[in-house]
């Protein structure tokens, strides 16, 4: 046994380098597997305590009209509703910028705000702002804030506030963008919390509730699925409630304008009866008047003087009374507009993942992570287990020998095989172990930092997860033990006087090249050697195309990955979207406001170009799914002129689209996720849940966002109405951000305008998205280079520890040493490059399949690589043959030739 440790021990430190290979090997596929599997869950995690810990909100009720009590009781009574908690917000402006602040009254029990530094309001005065603030800001400072629009009254008490804390919020989880507000620019520029004291109404206009019913954690299909299907059984309630709120107010509005209306009418027969006796009356009087003052008549003169200032004091109140039936018109033409303006009030309940952005987009961020970790470690731990394999067998084969001996010094079976169960079973726990840190530590924290550069989270929850170490260790074991066991149990067979003769050399055959005999005739000795020797080690010829293909196709997808993903931005904005923004507008406000609003546009000198269009915030959902598709519809007033905003284009031909009476025109992406072609149906809803059947007449190219197309003829027979013109897209002559943003702003300070939506928040979202992809590709890429590296290093050993009496003949004969080491290069070279061309096809079939599980839900990318990426890729590897060369030239220089040429009989 003393002898069998002995070898044991021997075996390890002469073949160092084959076990730090292999154990790499083995780590590197260990390291992804379980990095990228358990990136996903540990994210989720970390956000579901965080969720748990402040309470977040399942739903959000939100009226664009104060909440009444009769309102707040019927949502009290909701069966489905554990917690509900009232609160009020309202969009301001900082005052001396154009800097959007959402203010909200300070949650107690649900989504409860996170102080980062100092405290709560504590009374109407105080005011805690956005942790995101806290740069420009500091604590005991006063801001001041002004309403939003230009004739609106501000909702709070007071325009000055005291900073007294700065605070994160579940609700607001994102710090590049917080949310879109109708003030300002169209974007938040942060939150802020102040006591319920501070609003002028006692009425509020929002509430945040906590479902009954509800299981499963935050992310999980059993909690989203069941959230979504309450908020929608409840929105179906709320609607009708809705109805009858606006039943009421227009019975209401009704009645006060048919009451004003009497009194008008009446008053004004009355007044004009009244101005016409009063008229005749100061007629008679001033005659009269005249008359007396020629016959200088005093004492008639003071008796038509005090009848006159008589007359006057009728004058004023018939002039008063005119100013009060004015004032009564004005009225009814206030109510007359705030009846047409009823079909705008609203009241509607959204889940996490429709209210809350940064919820939604976290979770789609830690699922692009789920889909790389289904695909990427496959290859890795692929190439792992055939090189690993591969050289395990070979280790056998070289202890040939020393086991005939051992077995015929009386050692058994077990005893003998002992040794290279503990090699393979150390290589296979070296890289478990090591993989297994390295993947749950080290790939965590760096994805994590790199997708959670732009949330609120700061820590990563870090977890064992002990299935995944227990697969990948099973798998190195597949790949080391199994191997080993395998060649040893097949040599063991062998009787111990034949398995202690070197094993006879494979038999030669002619290869297909000498039948050529025109080429072959002209080929040298070494590159007929050459020639042979690929065929006559079939195995290692495998592995070499193999090992070397899967680590190009690796690196090539890595590099791809990035590139399709910023082509997203110059495709979409630079050849499909070629406007700057939409301006939208309430076409149900006062024909003066509207106005004003279109002139706002139509009047502007930044201005290059504009059209009006109808424009609408729309969804659809998918059957058995609780994610929703947010699309923007819109209706071009002159289907003509949109083509100089949008190209739409057919997404497989690449030719121009024409606007349809029967159908609507979709985004690529849209119809993909609907899984219709055209000639379909799928169905869209407004914010209501308020359904619409619409056919698809064609499919439009399109990287970001949803997007339904129809002309005005199609849309009057989905709605049932003609579409009211309530938008423009704009072009600027001058778009850079600072423009684009003063305009906005000066837009939105209109009393009748809705939203700007920018075309450059849509870039700096998917920017944001590509750019956290990116730290995650430079990962892959550095992983699969290391794995191209060592590939490359442990098949060339094998392949120069299988031939080293073959090199020691050559070196005897006095071959040069650039010539002994090309005897070995030459066939790694050919192999080399056999690898780079296969890998080259699986590079690009891999990278088309990762572009489908990888994109966000709302960007659609071409799976098409750039030359400038499998160049890189093509380089990498080559490189990284040539340093193998160098490090393998100094073990072939360096082969001791009288003992490798030893006769072993």
Known sequence: MKTINKNIRREFKMSIGRFLSVSALLMLGVFVLIGLNVTGPNMRQTAQKYYEKENLADAKITSTIALNQADQQYLKKRSQFKTIEFGHTTDVLIKGSNHALRVETTPHSLSKLVLTKGHKPANRHQIVLSDSLRGQYKLNETITIKAAKNNHKLALKQTKFKIVGFATSTEYLKKDNVGSTTAGSGTLYGFAYVNKQAFSSKEPNVARVAFKGVSGSAYSDKYEKKAAEIAKSLQKKLNKHNDARIKTRHKTLNENINNATNKVTTGTVA????????????????????????????????????????????????????????????????????????????????????????????????????????????????????????????????????????????????????????????????????????????????????????????????????????????????????????????????????????????????????????????????????????????????????????????????????????????????????YDLITAYNPNATAANVAKAKKAVTNSDQIQKHASAYFADVYATRKNDYAREEISLMVPTKTATLDQYIKLRNYKTDKKLHFSNSGAIVSEKLAKLQNATVGDHIVIHDSDGTAHKIKIAGITTMYAGHYVYMNRAYYAKVYGQSAPDNAYLVKLKHATNKKINSFAANFNHHDAAVETIQAQEAKTTITNILNNLNNLIIVLVLSASLLSLVVLYTLTNINVSERVRELSTLKVLGFYPREVLMYIYRETNLLTGAGIIVGIGIGYAFHAYIMELLPPATAMVAPGLTWLNVLISVVLTIIFSLLVMIMMNHKIQSVDMLEALKSVD
């Open 271 to 578: 007044l004009k009866k009244a101005s016409a006796k009063l008229n005749t009356t100061q007629k008679k009087l001033a005659t009269q008047l005249t008359a007396a003052k020629a016959a200088n008549n005093t004492g008639a003169i003071v008796q038509l003087q005090t009848a006159q200032t008589r007359l006057d004091k009728q004058k004023v109140k018939i002039k008063t009374q005119r100013k009060v039936l004015n004032a009564t018109k004005s009225k009814i033409t206030a109510a007359k507009t705030s009846r047409k303006q009823l079909n705008d009030i609203s009241l509607t309940i959204q889940n996490r993942n429709d209210y809350n952005a940064g919820y939604n987009n976290y979770g789609e961020d830690a699922q692009r992570i789920d889909a790389l970790g289904k695909s990427f470690p496959v290859f890795f731990f692929l190439i792992a287990i055939l090189v690993s394999f591969t050289t395990m067998r070979r280790m056998v084969e070289e202890k040939r020998i020393e086991m005939g001996t051992l077995r015929a010094l009386g050692y058994s079976k077990g005893e003998v095989m002992r040794e290279f169960l503990v090699y393979s079973i150390s290589t296979a726990l070296t890289g478990t172990i090591l993989g297994s840190l390295l993947g749950l530590v080290a790939l965590p924290r760096i994805i994590f930092r790199a997708y959670t550069a732009n949330f609120t989270f700061t820590n990563l929850l870090l977890s064992l997860h002990p299935g995944y170490i227990i697969l990948s260790f099973l798998i190195a074991l597949f790949s080391t033990v199994l191997a080993s066991w395998l060649a040893a149990h097949q040599a063991l067979e062998t009787i111990p006087a034949e398995l202690m003769l070197p094993k006879p050399p494979a038999k030669g055959s002619r290869i297909l090249l000498e039948k050529i005999t025109p080429i072959w005739r002209h080929l040298s000795f070494s590159h007929k050697v050459t020639a042979r020797n690929l065929f006559r080690y079939k195995g290692r010829m495998l592995m070499t195309v193999v090992g070397v293909a899967g680590a190009t196709a690796l690196m090539i997808t890595g590099f791809g990955i990035r590139d399709s993903l910023n082509t997203i931005v110059d495709r979409q904005f630079g050849q499909i979207s070629q």
